[in-house]
């Protein structure tokens, strides 16, 4: 970080003048307790023996066989607690606001994974929790809402807009407004400072995990590190512990829908510009009369206008690369893994793994990809049937 809540140019905090107070309070916690014994100690003891952490580091053999280039591992965060990388950054959240003493949570989720993994922090930690999710994707994630119902959290079904993330966030954040006793528990490494680097914090564990596995498994680094970008916060998790080792390609895949060349994506970095989103200065896709276009995935976790601030920045100063694909694209990638490996991955993640079958072919036998396998596609069954269907 450049200056206090920037990423270069990106990031800083644009918010109501009550909600700065609590983003200050939240900072001065999180700067008390980020290197904190206790906490760290309390913090890996919950991804140990509650989430299953370290997750593996997987050699796809099948996989790498069958597409004759690079050898690809999956990082298996789809092997977490819950089905995804979600669980990491909630529980350092839910610790540190059972640090301020609060007894009430409030959340937005896409796909559904960070309000079930808020809701099961919630209830292991006796909170209450409301979590607010769009119309269109209490439709599409009808499973994670009975999950989130069934661990005693309130689900919120948002119909504004195109009744998706974007505006869930809105909706959250005017529930914060109505309650600043709440603690508001964010899902991706976006928003206003002090939260994108609150999420990195609590996600760098991947990297972490899968850097010294790597070494211990090949005796070297990677050659690239693939992750799907939402709001950015598995990617960011599965970069963090690269960045400074210029021998590794970081490469971030976007969802690019029907296209980026048609109005029916989600491809913030490949399209959009710069511009302030959710109270951050970032990459956003904008209309033409400065409101917030309207975006298209069909993996809900992916559908957001937005973008993590470190990545803008990392976007501007070439350190990662960030491309797209296609919602045809991922589908063939997750139905690919599903058959060669007897893995299902998250709709979101198979964008990611798209990306290392695109690339592994024209890569050498003796070259190294690892996927971040964000999440498992148990959620995204129904909505894959449909879309064969209906091809
Ligand atoms: C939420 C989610 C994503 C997208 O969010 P990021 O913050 O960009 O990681 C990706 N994969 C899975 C499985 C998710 O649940």
């Known amino acids: 970080m450049t200056q206090k809540g920037f990423y270069g140019d990106f990031g800083g905090s644009f918010v109501p003048k009550e909600i700065q107070t609590l983003l200050n309070e939240l900072e001065d916690i999180f700067e008390k307790y980020r290197k904190d014994d206790e906490f760290l100690k309390e913090y890996h003891y919950y991804l140990t023996d509650y989430a299953g952490r370290e997750t593996p580091l997987y050699f796809a053999e099948s996989l790498t066989n069958y597409l004759g280039g690079a050898k690809i591992y999956l990082k298996r965060e789809d092997l977490n607690h819950l089905g995804s990388h979600k669980l990491n950054n909630v529980l350092g959240q839910i610790l540190l606001a059972k640090r301020m003493g609060k007894t009430r949570v409030i959340a937005e989720t896409g796909a559904g994974q960070h309000g079930v993994a808020t809701a099961a922090a919630a209830a292991k930690f006796g909170m209450a929790c409301d979590v607010y999710m769009g119309a269109e994707d209490v439709k599409r994630q009808r499973l994670n809402v009975f999950r989130m119902e069934m661990m005693g959290a309130r689900v919120h079904a948002v119909e504004a807009g195109t009744a998706t993330l974007k505006e869930a966030v809105d909706a959250a954040f005017a529930a914060w407004m109505a309650d600043l006793d709440a603690f508001y528990v964010l899902g991706s490494a976006v928003g206003p400072h002090p939260y994108p680097s609150i999420v990195h914090e609590f996600q760098k564990i991947i990297s972490e995990e899968s850097r010294q596995q790597i070494l211990d498994k090949e005796g070297r680094l990677p050659d690239a590190v693939i992750a799907c970008v939402g709001g950015g916060s598995n ?19 976007e969802a690019a829908g029907h296209g980026v060349d048609t109005e029916k994506h989600a491809a913030t970095m490949t399209k959009g510009s710069v511009g302030i989103i959710d109270g951050m200065k ?22 957001y206008p937005g973008v993590g601030p470190e990545h803008a920045f990392l976007k501007e100063n070439g350190r990662v690369e960030y491309v797209s694909a296609t919602d045809d694209e991922a589908v063939q990638a997750l139905l690919l893994l599903s058959k060669m490996e007897g893995i299902i991955p998250a709709i979101e993640s198979s964008h990611a793994l798209a990306e290392a079958i695109k690339r592994a072919p024209y890569m050498s036998k003796d070259q190294i990809i690892i996927v971040n396998l964000s999440g498992r596609g148990d959620k995204d069954v129904a909505s894959i049937a449909d879309y064969l269907e209906n091809k």
Do not use: H, M, Q, R
Not at 235 to 253: P, Q, R, W
Not at 282 to 303: N, Q, R
């Open 235 to 253: 990617a960011i998790g599965a970069f963090s512990e690269y960045i400074t080792d210029n021998s590794v390609t970081l490469i971030g895949v």
């Open 282 to 303: 970032t990459f956003a896709l904008f209309e033409k009369d400065g409101s917030v276009a309207p975006v298209y995935s069909i993996s809900a976790g992916l559908d």
